[in-house]
């Protein structure tokens, strides 16, 4: 099992630019989580997923737009990339959301110039 | 605005010792769980407890809840090299505090 895979790994974007982070895990799990990530901080929540076609908006959504239209893929986009958005971006994905444990990718680091 | 908080934020301590860590949250919550950082990786799961849970075990780790201070500790054993990593709490939101960043020196 590959469990929860993030794509791509590394990316510089310039300013302005816009791009769509792809997760997709393999163990049929319902909730799907964007997080980022700064340096010496903990992970923020952006967006969420309780399902197949649903979103909703986590602590730091502005600037961020997801869609869920298969169970096992959840998509991350910024339209119009701000160097604020550099950070490492994490996916993790649970069977469901309360009383399950969560598995995370390995995550992707990307700069904005 | 983030759920848990962990303190300290920074912990060295030598092989052997034991590491203590604590997680303080705001709201009401089912479950609380611990999950682990390797520099620049995914966090991995460590450990899930339960509102109505007082204390749970696995292996070297002890995790004790106590919901009418609406705190968490974890507390590791007889720690190794290995254990040097940051370590982080979440509510059942999957809300994580800003992390307890652990050394353990050989």
């Known amino acids: 099992n590959a469990g929860v895979t993030q794509t791509p790994k590394f990316r510089v974007l310039k300013t302005g630019q816009s791009m769509t982070l792809l997760c997709a895990q393999d163990?049929?799990?319902?909730?799907m989580y964007w997080y980022r990530q700064d340096p010496g901080m903990g992970l923020r929540l952006i967006h969420y997923?309780?399902?197949?076609?649903?979103?909703a908006k986590g602590e730091v959504p502005d600037g961020y737009n997801v869609s869920r239209l298969k169970k096992q893929n959840f998509l991350l986009g910024l339209e119009s990339a701000a160097p604020s958005q550099t950070s490492v971006y994490f996916c993790a994905s649970s069977y469901k959301g309360l009383n399950t444990e969560a598995f995370f990718g390995q995550g992707t680091r990307l700069t904005v110039v | 605005s983030q759920q848990g908080e962990e303190d300290p934020q920074a912990l060295s301590i030598q092989e052997g010792e034991n590491a203590t860590m604590n997680c303080s949250y705001k709201?009401?919550?089912?479950?609380l769980q611990w999950y682990r950082q390797n520099s620049g990786r995914g966090l991995v799961h460590l450990i899930l407890?339960?509102?109505?849970?007082r204390e749970k075990h696995s292996g070297r780790l002890r995790v004790t809840l106590d919901t009418s201070k609406k705190s968490s500790s974890l507390l590791i054993t007889a720690s190794r090299a290995a254990d040097t990593a940051s370590y982080f709490c979440a509510t059942n939101d999957m809300r994580f505090g800003a992390g307890t960043r652990l050394t353990v020196k050989p």
């Open positions: 997923s309780v399902g197949e076609g649903t979103t």
């Open positions: 709201t009401s919550i089912n479950n």
């Open positions: 407890i339960r509102s109505n849970e």
């Open positions: 163990m049929n799990h319902e909730y």
